[in-house]
Nanobody, 126 residues
Framework: QLQLVESGGGLVQPGGSLRLSCAAS????????IGWFRQAPGKEREGVSC????????YYADSVKGRFTISRDNAKNTVYLQMNSLKTEDTAVYYC???????????????????WGKGTLVTVSS
């Protein structure tokens, strides 16, 4: 059974950090680009950061450039999102997704994925 499971969300103060993990099972994730997306209450889902399957290409939304870093460990079938200097506007449910054909930019901009996790809540609040 193909599955993506997010973890690492929680409550953090503005300026703090969190690291999200996306663990893949049931398939070899290194054949897929993996992306992180988020959806805040009342807003549409948006692409945050995506990473290619093999050559390490990455894409970041302008709103997170310089603060978030995406990485992957294919040996562990896991992709990470290190989030630093968090802001209240980063509050959202964060989802990871996998897809096999699109570029990382297209995946993130069009919020497209073949497989999706159920999400993990990140709350940035004082």
């Amino acid at each position: 059974q193909l599955q993506l499971v997010e973890s690492g969300g929680g409550l953090v103060q503005p300026g703090g950090s969190l690291r999200l993990s996306c663990a893949a099972s049931g398939f070899t994730s290194d054949y897929y680009a993996i992306g992180w997306f988020r959806q805040a209450p009342g807003k549409e889902r948006e692409g945050v950061s995506c990473i290619s399957s093999s050559d390490g290409r990455t894409y970041y939304a302008d709103s997170v450039k310089g603060r978030f870093t995406i990485s992957r460990d294919n040996a562990k079938n896991t992709v990470y999102l290190q989030m630093n200097s968090l802001k209240t506007e980063d509050t959202a449910v964060y989802y990871c997704a996998a897809q096999g054909l699109l570029s990382v930019q297209a995946m993130c901009v069009m919020t497209l994925g073949d497989y999706w996790g159920k999400g993990t809540l990140v709350t940035v609040s004082s």
